[in-house]
């Protein structure tokens, strides 16, 4: 009987405890249903949040986008009315330059008319005496008949050929002394020419050599420089009353005054101004070397108060020494054919060269 009780106690110990483990299960359950309907409602509201907030956006997105699509149609007509008057106005200018190019190609064809008459015209009316002058073209011809060493006294006699050969007839034609005054200007045309090279270049080097002609002792004075190593100007050739350091010097000084005398008259410029910047823009001197012209490098810096540098030219040496060595070979070969001997040619040669020095 005991026993039998005891077996039920223990089966209802056993559903107590089966009926708490539900009851916990239960709870927890609740608990998990609970946190999820938390949950579920936490996401919704923020969900709706953002919606609505999207919402919003979209709706100001619209409105800008209405706003800009009036801007824009109040903007492309506008454009289109602008559009329109610049065409008017291009149009009105176009019109207006075909108006003014017919006119100017009339002009054209007036002036062809007028060139085409003067071609038909005399050859020898641009040869003709213009008032108290004579034209271009004649000083042209003379300056190209000098310049080829026509004499003077067969100038006019030239031109007046010339002239006649084109079929047309001078009834003037320039006298002798009239083609000596224009060669003058040529001469001062020169001198300018010089005397703006000089001013332009500073640098410059002055070169000088004389030679006997005919018993007549002529020093020619030129000038090279610095930027143009293949220019050279001629400055004067003149006779000389001799061959001293005074002479070369005197000719020298005033070939450069005469220089300054014409570039300040035809610039209108002060003469001493102007003299002493060509000298100054003289650096250099090229001469032979020899005494005389040493001495008058000394006599122009003295003048010019300048101290230039002295080069010299090697060439006069070197002529001696070819001279020297030509006449070695040809006395050996004189000699070898005369007694047929050999010999060291080059010990020869500088046998003879210590000799001659």
């Known amino acids: ?39 579920d409602e936490s996401d919704s509201s923020g969900l709706g949040a953002k919606l609505k907030k999207l919402r919003d956006v979209v709706k100001q997105k619209k409105k800008q986008c209405k706003r800009l699509k009036i801007e824009l149609s109040e903007k492309t ?23 003014e190019i017919s006119f100017l190609q009339n002009d054209v064809a007036v002036l062809e008319e007028q060139i085409e008459d003067r ?31 026509v004499p003077t006294a067969n100038v006019p006699k030239l031109l ?27 001469g001062l045309i020169s001198q300018l020419q010089a005397a703006e ?28 420089f610095k930027k143009n190593i293949e220019s050279c100007i001629v400055i004067a050739v003149d006779h000389l009353p001799g061959g001293t350091a005074e002479d070369y010097s005197q000719h020298i000084i005033s070939s450069i005054n005469e220089l300054a005398v014409v570039y300040a008259d035809f610039h209108q410029k002060d003469y001493q101004t102007v003299s002493k910047s060509l000298t100054a823009n003289i650096s250099n001197s090229m001469t032979d070397r020899c005494a005389s012209n040493h001495a008058t490098i000394r006599l122009i810096n003295a003048a010019w108060n300048t101290s230039l540098n002295e080069l010299n030219c090697h060439l006069h040496p070197l002529d ?5 060595v030509r006449a070695a070979l040809k006395s050996l070969q004189q000699e070898k054919r005369a007694t047929r001997r050999e010999s060291c040619l080059d010990k020869i040669v500088l046998l003879q060269m210590s000799f001659c020095n």
């Open 1 to 39: 009987m005991q026993e039998a009780h005891s077996a039920q106690i223990e089966e209802f110990r056993r559903k107590l405890s089966k009926k708490n483990a539900i009851r916990v299960i239960n709870q927890k359950l609740k608990r998990k249903l609970n946190r999820v309907k938390e949950l």
């Open 77 to 99: 007509s506008f454009i289109v009315d602008e559009s329109a008057k610049e065409i008017s106005v291009l149009k009105n200018k176009v019109k207006a330059q075909d108006e």
């Open 119 to 149: 071609e038909d015209s005399s050859t020898s009316d641009i040869f003709e005496k213009q008032g108290k002058m004579y034209s271009l073209q004649t000083r042209l011809f003379v300056y190209d008949a000098i310049t080829n060493q």
């Open 160 to 186: 007046d050929k010339f002239v006649q050969r084109t079929g047309a007839q001078l009834d003037r034609v320039p006298h002798r002394n009239t083609v000596e005054m224009m060669v003058r200007e040529m």
């Open 197 to 224: 090279t000089i001013w332009a270049n500073p640098d410059s080097t002055l070169g000088f050599d004389a030679t006997n002609q005919q018993g007549v002792h002529i020093n020619s004075v030129h000038m090279t």
């Open 320 to 324: 001696t020494v070819a001279s020297t």
